[in-house]
Every structure is written in structure tokens, then in C-alpha cells.
């Protein structure tokens, strides 16, 4: 028997934190704060939580969660690895454990402390490297900005993208996050001349193509359909959910596969809407993982939202903003203006849009997509009302 | 260059330990299948096309072209800062484009990072590979061809 899990669950509930630098808490503590905000949002008691699922980078696991909220047993748990690509992976792990009778009540979540410096991945490298990355950190490409400025350098030279195509959408995402109370760039607008005049970081890309550095934790509660709608707000139905890894793919540095512009969205797309009555037509608002600006024109083209090579000019006259653009995408400004915690806030902010409650709402949105990290392992959802 | 703090392979990894010991002889190998003769890069144990594996390791033409590169400015750690803003480049092998190299364009073997001014690089430049040794191991970069 074939099991879909479409609108078989729903997230009842959404819970974070603030965002902040150098906030005093540990990164265990906010997840407990963002998972206990998500249940009373659910109207949820913590020992009807039966299932977790995490981040595999997550500090606090299964165990410490589970003892601190007082959950009861939990009989469905796993975690999601490669960072940025796991957010969307994580709520649907919990949408099929809750479909297939694995669990009643699932909680999926990511808490970080990334602000301070010293806390940044690529800071704490090994001198010696026997993984992956002795292909590519001895030559000076060390942080996942310089990896993913190769790429970009590709793709501008292949497609004839530009960097005011990546500043289309690091403008848009800035305009929403200024929409936004919670967002950390709320009251600092950006112009298209700052963005020309910013520092480089890995040339093509600025400071501007970077996300935030954020401390805070998020959170969602998964559940069925039907107790999904007993629950204080809609339920916003978890339509369709997929992962993605392309082939002969290399975590963040795959340029040694066939077609390195190819890359993870592609795979993960063909399984997202095989399995979807929503199509890419139909997506009335986005929430596109945002690490770095020219994932947006190379997210845009594996989620088939155009052609191949057409990403970057899909950008122009205004087509990410809200509220006129034909797909106002990171709505509460994304990782590159609102926060970044691995994405997971495109999670809620895909949530807000489908209950109506987003600062910028997109008006009758009857659907969402949410995507998480590109460059990796990667997941996909399609939420809708 | 024989600047210490830089991150290195650490020859430990039995797959790539053959690459490395090439390059300490000046030689830029790159592992093929003993079966099919498919050429893989990075090394890994097992052929992604025929499933062998058993593996030979061949010298390359050494030469290629750039297929795209980026200019690395700080924050990074001191041992990079120090060459900053420098190139770093992926060259496509001139007999097999899919086989690509991370590396960097330097004037001469063991020229700094940045010696090469980065608005004249282009994607498409023939380069060829030397070799920097740095502690106990030759690393491959790339000069004009």
C-alpha cells in the first residue's frame, strides 16, 4: 500500500524566541523556551509529546529536550544532518511518523548560538584535514561564503546574471524584514547604493549576499488532521514534503559533479510536487532558504519556478517583494534579514502566512513553499490552509 | 612558501593518501577505475560507474582551465589574512573537464596568494599545475599556461 501523507497532518503550533547576539541562554535552554512557546501556541500539554525531531548539529538532543519539558514517552525520535538543508526535513519526518501511527504529537526545532564570532564553524577548522574538505580548505576556500561564491562566479558567467540581479534580492528581503517587528534588521533600510558600496566578502559576493549571525530558537508541533483543528489556531496542513541529494554531490563544495549548477533543489523539487496537487503555478508566496542571495535565482529554477538560467532575471521589476511582486518571497525578511537559525524561521514565517497573521501578509494565500538549505542535502515543503 | 598555520590534508585518509603521495613527486594523479576507466575526483573506494573496486592512479596532462574562481577577503584565519584579499580558482583537467581541482593562481610555485592581480583572471584561462610544499606536503596550484 502506498501511504501519502498529504494534509494527513498539520502544524497546530509555532514557538520562538527573540533573536539577539550573545544572548546569556545555551542553545538547550532557548530550545526548551521556543518548544514550551510552541505548545501553548498548540494548546498542547508536553506530556502528550510523543515524537522529536532535530537537527543532528543540534546541542540539545532528544534526551535533554525530552527531561526538561517533562515530556511523557516519546516513541517516535530522530535527527536530520547537514545543517541549513535539514529544517524542512525535520517537520516532515514528524508529518510521516505522525501519519504512519508512529507518534501522536510531534515537536521539531532548532535552537543556535552563532552571533559570537568564535562560535562560526569555519573559525574552529582542524590544521589537518582527512575529510572532504582537504579538497578545498588548504587553498584558502574556507568558509561556506567562499564555496558558494564559486558557484555564483559560474553562474554569472554562464547566464549573465548580475550583481544587481543579487541585490534584487537582498533589497526585497530587507523591505519585508523592515515590515517586521521581530526581524533584527527591522529599522535598518537598505539602499541599493549601500549594497553596491559594502565590503566584498568572497568576490562576486558583498556583505549583503551573507545572512545574519543569530542566537535564538524556533520551533514547530506537528499532529493529525483532525487534532490539528481542535487546536486554538488553523491548522496549516503539511501538503507535501521532500529531501533532496543530487548525484555525485559533495556537501557545500560540489564542484566535482557533472553539472555543479544542479544542484540539490532539483532533486528534491521532483519528489516535492510528484507528490503535491499544488504545482509551482499555483504558489501564491515562498519562503527560499536565504543563506547567501544567489541561492534565491538557483532555488527559483530547481523548485521550477523558471527555466533553467532564468533565476536572476526572475528577480527583476520588484517580483520578490510584497506585496505586488508575482512571488513574495521571505516574507519576515529570511536568514539574509531577519535571522538566521538554519532556515528554520522560513518555517514559521511560511505558518504566519498560511493563518494570515504575517507583517506582510500576502493577501489569501492559500499556500506556501518553504525550502531549506541549496548547496546541500536539502528539504522542501508545501504548506497550505 | 613555506608558511606554517595554513590548513593541510592530513594523510591519514586512505583513499587520498595516493593523490598526496603524487603530488609530493610533482605528479598531479588522478584515480580511474581499474575496470571501466572512469576517473573520479575526489578518490573514494568504490567506482560510481561500474561498481569496481579496484583503482589505478594515472598521471594528468596537468594542465587545464579555469572554471570559475572567487577573491577571498577576511575575516579568516591568520594564516590566510595574512595573503588577503587572494584568488582561489577550480580548474577543469584539460583531457576531462568533469575532473576538477580547487587550487590557487599564483606568479610561481611558491608565490604568495595574492600575487596574481585578480582582475585579470578569467573563467576559460589556460593554466598549468606546480607544486607548493608546505611542511610535508606539496600542494597543487596553478600558473598561466
Redesign the interface.
Known amino acids: 500500500m502506498r501511504i501519502v501523507i498529504k494534509d494527513r497532518t498539520a502544524i497546530a503550533g509555532i514557538g520562538q524566541t527573540a533573536f539577539g547576539k550573545g544572548l546569556p541562554d545555551s542553545e538547550l535552554s532557548l530550545a526548551c523556551q521556543a518548544i514550551s512557546l510552541a505548545l501553548d501556541d498548540a494548546g498542547i500539554a508536553p506530556a502528550e509529546v510523543d515524537g522529536l525531531v532535530a537537527f543532528s548539529m543540534e546541542d540539545g538532543r532528544e534526551v535533554e529536550v525530552a527531561r526538561n519539558l517533562g515530556l511523557g514517552g516519546v516513541t517516535f525520535f530522530g535527527t536530520i544532518g547537514y545543517g541549513g538543508g535539514a529544517g524542512c526535513g525535520t517537520v516532515g519526518h514528524a508529518a510521516l511518523a505522525v501519519a504512519t501511527g508512529q507518534c501522536e504529537v510531534a515537536v521539531a526545532w532548532r535552537a543556535r548560538k552563532r552571533a559570537d564570532?568564535g562560535s562560526r564553524p569555519w573559525?574552529q577548522?582542524?590544521?589537518?584535514?582527512?575529510?572532504?574538505?582537504?579538497?578545498?580548505?588548504?587553498?584558502?576556500?574556507?568558509?561556506p561564503v567562499?564555496e558558494i561564491?564559486?558557484?555564483t562566479?559560474?553562474y554569472m558567467?554562464e547566464y549573465g546574471a548580475t550583481r544587481d540581479h543579487l541585490a534584487n534580492v537582498a533589497l526585497a528581503f530587507r523591505k519585508h524584514a523592515n515590515r517586521n517587528p521581530a526581524a533584527t534588521m527591522h529599522a535598518k533600510p537598505l539602499t541599493r547604493e549601500q549594497y553596491m558600496a559594502a565590503?566584498?566578502?568572497?568576490?562576486?559576493l558583498c556583505l549583503f549576499d551573507n545572512c545574519l549571525e543569530t542566537d535564538g530558537a524556533l520551533a514547530v508541533v506537528i499532529t493529525s488532521a483532525e487534532r490539528a483543528r481542535d487546536c486554538p489556531h488553523p491548522p496549516v496542513y503539511v501538503h507535501a514534503y521532500a529531501q533532496g541529494i543530487p548525484p555525485?554531490h559533495?556537501t557545500m563544495?560540489s564542484?566535482?559533479?557533472?553539472d555543479p549548477l544542479r544542484g540539490p533543489s532539483y532533486t528534491c523539487a521532483a519528489r516535492l510536487w510528484a507528490n503535491s496537487d499544488i504545482q509551482p503555478a499555483d504558489i501564491p508566496v515562498a519562503q527560499i532558504y536565504d543563506a547567501f542571495s544567489p541561492l534565491i535565482p538557483l532555488s527559483l529554477e530547481g523548485y521550477g519556478f523558471c527555466a533553467r538560467g532564468e533565476g536572476a532575471a526572475f528577480t527583476e521589476g520588484g517580483a520578490l517583494e510584497w506585496p505586488d511582486g508575482r512571488l513574495p518571497t521571505n516574507t519576515a525578511g529570511g536568514g539574509m534579514s531577519e535571522a538566521y537559525v538554519h532556515g528554520f524561521n522560513l518555517i514559521l514565517e511560511g505558518v504566519r502566512q498560511m493563518r494570515g497573521t504575517s507583517t506582510s501578509q500576502v493577501a489569501g494565500a492559500g499556500s506556501c513553499l518553504v525550502t531549506s538549505g541549496e548547496g546541500v542535502p536539502t528539504s522542501a515543503l508545501v504548506l497550505r490552509r | 612558501m613555506t608558511a606554517s598555520d595554513l590548513i593541510l590534508p592530513g594523510l591519514q585518509d586512505p583513499d587520498a593518501l595516493p593523490f598526496w603521495e603524487g603530488t609530493g613527486r610533482g605528479e598531479l594523479l588522478v584515480q580511474t577505475c581499474a575496470d571501466c576507466g572512469r576517473r573520479r575526483m575526489p578518490p573514494r573506494p568504490m567506482c560510481f560507474a561500474c561498481r569496481s573496486l579496484g583503482a589505478r592512479w594515472v598521471a594528468s596532462s596537468g594542465r587545464g582551465t579555469v572554471w570559475s574562481f572567487v577573491v577571498v577577503h577576511p575575516p579568516l584565519l591568520p594564516a590566510y589574512a595574512a595573503q588577503a584579499p587572494y584568488n582561489v580558482i577550480v580548474v577543469a583537467l584539460a583531457e576531462d573537464p568533469a575532473i576538477r581541482f580547487v587550487g590557487n593562481l599564483v606568479a610561481s610555485a611558491d608565490g604568495r596568494l595574492d600575487e596574481i592581480d585578480a582582475a585579470t583572471i578569467r573563467i576559460g584561462e589556460p593554466v598549468r599545475v606546480v607544486f607548493s610544499r608546505v611542511e610535508d606536503v606539496a600542494l597543487p596550484r596553478w600558473v598561466r599556461a
Not at chain 1, 589537518?128 to 576556500?141: H, K, V
Not at chain 1, 565590503?199 to 562576486?204: A, F, Q
Not at chain 1, 564542484?255 to 557533472?258: A, G, L, N, S
Open positions: 564570532k573559525a577548522s582542524s590544521r589537518r584535514l582527512d575529510t572532504p574538505w582537504q579538497w578545498s580548505r588548504p587553498f584558502g576556500l574556507l568558509r567562499d561564491a564559486m558557484l562566479r559560474r558567467h565590503r566584498w566578502i568572497s568576490e562576486p555525485q559533495q563544495t564542484f566535482f559533479c557533472d
